[in-house]
Nanobody, 128 residues
C-alpha cells in the first residue's frame, strides 16, 4: 500500500522560496503519476502541477496560473517528488498536498484532484 508524506512547509516571508517533498513508503513512485495541489481555508483543492510516471516519460504539466514560480521534479532514488516554489506570495498560503496514481507508460497526467493516494498535507504560510 502506497503511503505519501509531504514535508517542507513552514512560515516564509513574501519573496522567499520553499521546496516541498512528497516521499513514498512501501513502493517506489516510478510507475505513478504524481500531482501537487493546494487548499486554502474555505476554498476548493486546486491543482498546481503533475509529473507522469517514469515509464510514461516523466513529463511535467502545470496549471496555467502556476507556470513560472512552481517546478515539479522527481528523484527516483529517494522515492520523492518535489515542488519548488519561488517568489512566494501571501496568496500562496495553503495546505499543500501530493497525490499519486498508478499510471505506468502513460505520457500524460492530470492536474485535477483525481488521484488515488494522498498525503496528509504540509502547511505553507507566507507572511511578513
Amino acid at each position: 500500500q502506497l503511503q505519501l508524506v509531504e514535508s517542507g512547509g513552514g512560515l516564509v516571508q513574501p519573496g522567499g522560496s520553499l521546496r516541498l517533498s512528497c516521499a513514498a513508503s512501501g513502493v517506489t513512485l516510478e510507475e505513478y503519476a504524481v500531482g501537487w495541489f493546494r487548499q486554502a481555508p474555505g476554498k476548493e483543492r486546486e491543482g498546481i502541477s503533475c509529473i507522469t510516471s517514469v515509464t510514461g516519460g516523466d513529463g511535467t504539466y502545470y496549471v496555467d496560473s502556476m507556470k513560472g514560480r512552481f517546478t515539479i521534479s522527481r528523484d527516483n532514488a529517494d522515492k520523492t517528488v518535489y515542488l519548488q516554489i519561488n517568489t512566494l506570495k501571501p496568496e500562496d498560503t495553503a495546505v499543500y498536498y501530493c497525490g499519486a496514481l498508478w499510471n505506468p507508460g502513460v505520457s500524460v497526467c492530470s492536474t485535477l484532484p483525481r488521484y488515488m493516494f494522498w498525503g496528509q498535507g504540509t502547511q505553507v504560510t507566507v507572511s511578513s
